[in-house]
């Protein structure tokens, strides 16, 4: 028998930024394959048009951070900053959009506030918000899914002379339009029931975007069965949105889109298992994230509901970064052996 | 005088330019550098009330009591805004309306009270106006470059409509960088300019830095190179 005599901590196995990296781009990869299939070439040239940007903006600006390269760029957080915007931006997005987009990610959002683990904000959606702001036309231009339209979807090349030989303005139309959550919400005085039978994009498409999210779904349950994040983040949004919605659904059904619709539509779920976990922009402790979830969830109805644009996750998650500090301060977890402090006249004792 | 004059000079330009040491007047600063011309116009307006105030805080500087000084001052500020203001109003009515608040905000920035507070009273008149135009200048100088950087980023172009300045002449000054160019909203609006400010700040801290590295690079040289012996350990 042999004794080993190790000091604490007694891990079981070291767990290096670069392989919970490298878990969630795997994780997300049904997502990935779902968009493909649902939505055409578009995404999956964004994904690896946005990764080899970001591989060469990161590998600049830590050159010119005078840091060692290789070290920081195989630990793969560019890639998943390039792979989260490559999903989240429409597939049809011109090649300047995703380059402005990681530039953003990367230098602006990332390296200039510290680099990894320094940022504030989660680059990605420090870029998506960017980018809707600046180039509203752009980034709302949705692709309809493939079923939806007749016969001639841009093929492979075809997707790739539209992303970077520009966009014929004629013909796009005819494979673009309105996402779900758009449709629902300029339906043109329709009640909510009447809007899902006579839009199209609500009566045939919907189930393009159920499907996409029931990927993203499994990749997020694939990660937390392997630990990389606990369920306190995801579940408290989840929850949250459903609780919201089915309120306003169960008081005014004509008005307001049912619960199911709001989590199986939009980035809820790309959000909830992707950029709800980022364990550097989140709030850091179990009761932290159990709040930091839940009012992004919130946030994702009220500004879905009553904001301007027409989905809302980037927003809800930039405003708790924010507040993310602020919640640690307050859910700081008591050491082990101590009680909390008694307040008041019987602490004095 | 002149060794005086020249630091000065310096301070106002760069070593403790107001806007990007002192980190005054940002309101301003961020709200109207949309573009070169509004910037022109803002700074060639706060350079002068500076250029007023210091004069008169400084000539008037041996009447005024201690405990009274600053509404003083501000009247004094106070009374040189509006008259910037009707200037504008008579010459360049235009840009008057493009920068709105900004010009009777003038009043409170705090980079001239700062000026009137921390050297003008304490100085001669002249050593006062100095630095009275070299802070209006350093300040200008922030101004434009970043609406310049906001402008070309923004909008794709540089130099456009400063005809609203400088009369219908310098309408051909405009010049279109990029053909066709779709606008990048981003730089336009206030979050752009916090951006483009630090990074303007960033850029004169690493020339800063570099200056400071070749001095003391330089400095063994000239000490004629004495060699300390280890004598310990």
């Known amino acids: 028998m042999a004794l080993i005599r190790t000091s604490s901590p007694h891990l079981h196995k070291v767990s290096r930024t670069s392989d919970v990296m ?29 990764s080899l940007l970001a591989l060469g ?44 987009g990681v530039f953003v990610a990367i230098v602006i959002a990332k390296h200039l506030y510290g680099g990894l683990g320094q940022n504030p904000f989660n ?13 509203p036309v752009d980034m709302t231009r949705w692709t309809l899914p493939t079923v939806m339209v007749d016969g001639g979807f841009p093929g492979l090349f075809e997707t790739l002379g539209i992303i970077f030989g520009g966009i014929d303005a004629t013909q796009i139309d005819s494979y673009t339009g309105a996402t779900p959550l758009d449709a629902l919400r300029h339906r043109g005085g329709l009640t909510t029931e009447e809007a899902w039978r006579a839009v199209p994009v609500l009566a045939d498409g919907v189930g393009a975007w159920h499907a996409v999210s029931a990927a993203y779904f499994m990749g997020g349950i694939f990660l937390l069965y392997r630990k990389v994040f606990t369920w306190h983040g995801p579940l408290s949004m989840l929850i949250s949105l459903t ?27 790309l959000g ?22 839940a009012c992004i969830g919130l946030l994702i109805y009220v500004i879905r509901t009553w904001g301007g644009y027409p989905d809302a996750v980037a927003f809800a998650v930039l405003l708790m970064n924010l507040a993310a500090p602020f919640i640690d301060q307050y859910t700081q977890p008591r050491t082990y052996g101590h009680q909390k402090a008694r307040r008041g006249m019987k602490g004095d004792a | 005088m002149s060794a005086d004059a020249r630091k000065i000079a310096l301070d106002g330009l760069w070593n403790n330019n107001p806007a990007l040491v002192q980190l005054l007047g940002l309101c301003p600063l961020l709200a109207v550098t949309g573009s070169v011309v509004n910037a022109i116009g803002l700074g060639v307006a706060s350079t002068l009330v500076l250029l007023g105030s210091n004069l008169t805080v400084s000539a008037f ?40 608040i900004f010009i009777p905000l003038i009043v409170t920035n705090c980079a001239i ?86 990074l303007l700040i960033a850029l004169k801290n690493v020339i800063d830095s570099r200056l400071e590295q070749r001095r003391q690079q330089q400095k063994p040289e000239s000490d004629g190179g004495v060699e300390r012996v280890r004598v310990t350990g």
């Open chain 1, 57 to 100: 903006f990161e590998a600049a600006i830590i050159k010119l951070r005078n840091r060692p390269v290789r070290y920081y760029l195989t630990d793969y957080s560019a890639l998943v900053t390039a792979l989260l915007l490559g999903l989240a931006l429409p597939p049809f997005a011109p090649w300047w959009l995703t380059l402005v």
């Open chain 1, 272 to 293: 909830a298992f992707f950029i709800v976990t980022d364990p550097v922009t989140a709030a850091t402790s179990n009761r932290g994230k159990v709040i930091y979830g």
């Open chain 2, 61 to 100: 500087r041996k009447f005024v009591p201690e405990s009274v000084r600053l509404p003083i001052f501000v009247m004094i500020i106070a009374s040189f805004v509006t008259a910037i203001e009707l200037l504008m109003q008579a010459f360049a009515y235009e840009l008057y309306l493009i920068l709105g």
């Open chain 1, 243 to 269: 609780v919201i919605s089915t309120l306003f659904f169960a008081v005014e059904p004509d008005a307001y889109g049912d619960p199911f619709f709001h989590l199986t539509t939009g980035a809820t779920m």
């Open chain 2, 113 to 198: 009270m700062g000026r009137a507070d921390a050297f003008a009273c304490k100085n001669t008149v002249g050593a006062s106006v100095l630095d009275g135009l070299m802070m209006g200048l350093g300040f200008t100088a922030v101004l434009v470059v970043l609406g310049a950087m906001r402008e070309a980023l923004g909008l794709g172009t540089l130099f456009a409509d400063m005809q609203l300045l400088f009369g219908p002449a310098a309408e051909s000054w405009k010049i279109t960088l990029i053909d066709d160019y779709k606008g990048f909203l981003f730089a336009v609006l206030p979050p752009g300019a916090f951006v483009g400010m630090g």
């Open chain 1, 22 to 50: 490298r878990l969630v781009l795997l994780a997300t990869l049904p997502g990935l394959l779902a968009m493909t299939f649902f939505f055409g070439w578009g995404t999956l040239i964004n994904v690896i048009w946005a």
């Open chain 1, 123 to 135: 680059p990605a959606m420090v870029a998506y918000a960017l980018l809707l702001v600046s180039f």
